[in-house]
């Protein structure tokens, strides 16, 4: 939980999801220490979201100021930690869906694997659906 944010009219949002490229014993705790680090520069640039990750793909949904969300994505696509980042889509919108969350993340989730394979295959139409299942591990 954080401070309520300033609402901003416009904000950008980024939907991706890309393949871990950490070796598989290693990524559970890798990961938990990108969200420590991601918790606190998403904060600091007013940034929220969430992260599903399920052994072998990243899914990330990152809402916020334009400049906030521009830089994080700078760094996250120049990030060797993943690979093949993929996006969905780039949108405004006026308000937060993960409005109480720099960056949400559950866990590995190895079970909805064939939830998300499916998913990134169907590029554009599953957005929507990519977003609901992000809520509905968070809320
Ligand atoms: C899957 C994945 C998700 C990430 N999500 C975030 C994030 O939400 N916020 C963030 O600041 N960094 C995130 N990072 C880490 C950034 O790529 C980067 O290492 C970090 O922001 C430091 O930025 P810098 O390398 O440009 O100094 C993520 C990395 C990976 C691999």
């Not at 780039?90 to 079970?111: D, H, K, M």
């Not at 394979?117 to 509905?136: G, K, Q, Y």
Request: with cysteine; glycine share 4%.
């Amino acid at each position: 939980m954080q401070n309520p944010l300033p609402h901003h009219p416009n904000l950008d949002c980024w939907l991706y999801a890309s393949h871990c490229a950490l070796p598989s014993a290693w990524a559970p705790k890798a990961v938990e220490d990108i969200v420590a680090k991601s918790i606190q520069r998403n904060a600091s640039l007013e940034v929220t979201g969430a992260l599903l990750f399920n052994g072998t793909r990243f899914v990330q949904f990152l809402e916020g100021p334009a400049n906030g969300v521009a830089a994080i994505r700078q760094s996250i696509l120049a990030d060797s930690r993943h690979r093949n980042v993929t996006t969905f889509m780039t949108e405004q919108q006026s308000c937060r869906i993960f409005s109480n969350w720099s960056l949400a993340y559950a866990g590995p989730s190895v079970f909805i694997s064939d939830k998300i394979e499916n998913m990134v295959r169907n590029i554009p139409s599953a957005s929507s659906e990519i977003i609901d299942m992000l809520r509905s591990f968070v809320f």
